[in-house]
């Protein structure tokens, strides 16, 4: 039996979409869509794969299990199930780096699992020793002071976390979710014990919140940051300089005073 068609309804409605939401988030017409749901027809594999990249469902999952009994059951914590994760490689097939910039934020959140989308964004392949071959990064451009002093604006380089049952307790992680698109948090991980992460940010202005597992599409490790905001140096005054230069004159009169009672003693 096929749980397909009670399945794309049950995730669209979790998801707060219309029919007309989700068919041109796949590129198909509403009424194809009302068709699938009602089971008056199949979608073809292509329109299948779209809607697991969109609802970060393995395809077996999505026509063999029922998921409306809760959204945990969509959901692998544990990265057990192959998720989906397009990268960008150069024509000798290595990998390069993919960039999300903040303009593409709210497009990563929806397409963050198509393959032709991920191509769209800048790539390019950063010859830095920190970074080994075999692993996949992604760099991620952060908005707002919540991580204060790192400045907004800055870059941050990270790589792909499959099981999110090895988020470190205290370390700073970007995490992609269905609501709050992209965020870079201090992370500390509950999963085991409520199914959710708590996200403190680094300036105590901002306050901690809950996040549920249910509500989380990519985690990322953070591990270093790029910034084209040099820390200002506070300029000396004319003051500054006079204080400063009294105190070397002083510095030099005591010491040539203490080279004369050197000599006087060494002549006793």
């Known amino acids: 039996m096929s749980f397909l068609n009670i399945n794309i309804r049950h995730l669209r409605k979790e998801r707060g979409l219309t029919q007309n939401d989700l068919a041109q988030k796949i590129g198909i017409k509403r009424s194809l ?3 699938y749901e009602e089971h008056r ?4 594999i292509a329109t299948m794969q ?4 969109l609802f970060q469902v393995p395809l077996d999952t999505l026509i063999n299990q029922d998921l409306s009994g809760g959204a945990a059951a969509a959901i692998d914590t544990t990265g057990k199930t192959l998720r989906v994760l397009p990268i960008v490689t150069d024509n000798q097939n290595k990998e390069k780096l993919t960039l999300v910039p903040v303009k593409a934020e709210a497009g990563y959140a929806d397409s963050y699992a198509d393959p032709e989308y991920i191509e769209t964004l800048p790539s390019f392949s950063l010859p830095v ?3 080994y071959p075999d692993q996949t990064y992604r760099l991620f451009q952060i908005k707002g002071e919540s991580m204060l002093p790192i400045p907004s604006g800055s870059y941050v380089i990270c790589t792909y976390l499959q099981n999110w049952h090895e988020v ?3 370390m700073c992680y970007v995490v992609v979710t269905r609501d709050r698109g992209i965020v870079y948090k ?3 991980n509950q999963l085991d014990d409520e199914g959710t992460f708590l996200l403190q940010s680094d300036n105590p202005l901002f306050e901690p919140y809950t996040l549920e597992a249910t509500q989380i599409l ?3 490790q953070a591990l270093g940051f790029l910034s084209f905001e040099l820390p200002e140096q506070k300029a000396a005054s004319v003051s500054d300089v006079q204080q400063i230069g009294a105190l070397l004159s002083q510095l030099h009169h005591d010491v040539e005073g203490l080279k004369q009672k050197v000599d006087v003693l060494s002549q006793v």
């Open 41 to 44: 027809a199949e979608p073809r």
């Open 168 to 170: 470190k307790n205290g």
């Open 33 to 35: 869509l009302g068709a």
């Open 50 to 53: 779209k809607l697991g990249y």
């Open 186 to 188: 201090r992370i500390w």
């Open 218 to 220: 990519e985690v990322w």
């Open 129 to 131: 020793q920190e970074l």
